[in-house]
């Protein structure tokens, strides 16, 4: 399928005659009072949002809107740099449907990178002109702007070895990438055991953070990917690299026929029938794109005292993890790889990019 994103954004300034035309529900307080010491009150910014679900990057639509203020547990940041993962895009799809968005119209995206412009009265660990990597709330989204609020508690410090667009890469998929290896029994303080892992679309977002985060701590690491990221597979320390497109690697053997403790399922639509002859007794597959089946399944498999077994994961990004992946990134042990920039005057290309399935690593929108 050929995506043909407009060439040129344009710039539709938003009527703001009241309450209801404001895109982010805090705003819709009748007692919404801009704080007089914040150094952008009553200023708009640029941003990105769409007003309905479906409609791909086409819905996508260039506004002028408030400056969001920070409640007193919150940041208000200048943003730097915003990642895109195929959450993002699902929600638009209505995939999580009626839960979210909270409410239209909506600025998409969760992870983010910039330096803190306000905080509120309750807030104590930042001030004006610290760096930070965040994930903003799905319910709130706000990523594809000049400005957006985010909560503490996914709010870390960023150093300065850690750029904008490194950092913004981190909350979703590397989060999920390590969340998804400790499932499937990795131990990152050093007291777990040698396991052979295997890690499916190796290539993309996920995958690419939990290959080099299963050589951190020497687990064997059978990856996947088309023909084009096999040096990059190794480049980062896979021991196996299969062509997924490949007999073999569509049957997922490993080339020197290991079986699988734990895999790390970052494709959609792999069945457990060519996972299971490549499991170890105890192997386990960890789905992260769960199909309601995956989770019966899990169900089943405990119910029945299976050794082999399938966990279905849904990601909980925290503090504590996302500092410990910032750290690495800081130390050189952790990168993203970038597979492309582009402007917030191109985000739609850059969403088209994401619905498209082939990135090699993480989307960047620089802000
Ligand atoms: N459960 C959670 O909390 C959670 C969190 C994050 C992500 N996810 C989900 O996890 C999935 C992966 O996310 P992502 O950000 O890593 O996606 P992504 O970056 O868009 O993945 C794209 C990559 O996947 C590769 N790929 C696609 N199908 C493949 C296959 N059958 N075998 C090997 N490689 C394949 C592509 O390679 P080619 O270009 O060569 O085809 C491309 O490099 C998505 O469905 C996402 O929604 C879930």
Not at 130 to 143: A, E, P, Q, R
Not at 228 to 247: F, H, P, Q, T
């Amino acid at each position: 399928m050929v995506i043909s994103p407009p060439e040129r954004a344009t710039f539709q300034p938003l009527k703001l005659e009241g309450p209801h035309n404001f895109p982010n529900r805090r705003f819709r307080s009748w007692n919404f009072q801009p704080m007089a010491s914040s150094p952008v009150a009553g200023k708009t910014m640029r941003a990105v949002q769409y007003g309905g679900y479906g409609g791909g990057f086409a819905a996508l639509k260039h506004v002028e809107v408030p400056i969001p203020s920070p409640k007193k547990d919150e940041v208000l940041l200048k943003l730097e740099a915003a990642s895109i993962n195929p959450v993002d895009w699902k929600i638009q799809k209505g995939a999580i449907r009626p839960f979210l968005p909270a409410k239209f119209p909506f600025i998409p995206v969760s992870d983010v990178a910039g330096e803190v412009t306000d905080v509120g009265s309750a807030v104590k660990d930042f001030k004006a002109g610290d760096k930070v990597v965040s994930m903003l709330s799905f319910k709130n989204g706000g990523g594809l702007a000049e400005y957006a609020v985010a909560s503490l508690n996914l709010t870390v410090h960023r150093p300065p070895e850690v750029s904008a667009a490194d950092g913004s890469g981190l909350p979703v998929a590397a989060s999920t990438a390590l969340q998804a290896l400790k499932s499937g029994g990795a131990k990152f303080d050093g007291t777990g055991k040698p396991l052979n892992v295997l890690i499916t679309a190796a290539s993309g977002g996920v995958g690419s953070y939990a290959v080099q985060l299963a050589k951190l701590i020497d687990l064997h690491v059978t990856a996947t990917c088309g023909a084009r990221n096999i040096e990059l597979m190794k480049s980062l320390g896979a021991d196996e690299v299969l062509d997924y497109k490949s007999s073999d690697g569509a049957k997922l053997n490993s080339p020197s026929g290991k079986k699988y403790d734990a895999v790390i399922d970052c494709t959609v639509g792999i069945d457990w029938s060519t996972f299971e002859p490549n499991l170890s007794d105890n192997g386990k597959v960890i789905y992260v794109t769960p199909s309601p089946s995956s989770f019966l399944n899990s169900v089943i498999k405990k119910l029945t005292f299976a050794k082999k077994k399938i966990v279905p994961l849904i990601a909980a990004p925290n503090k504590e993890e996302l500092e410990f992946l910032v750290g690495l990134v800081k130390e050189g042990k952790l990168k993203t790889v970038v597979d492309s920039k582009y402007p917030l005057s191109k985000a739609e290309e850059a969403w088209a990019k994401s619905i498209d399935g082939h990135a090699t690593g993480k989307i960047i929108v620089e802000i």
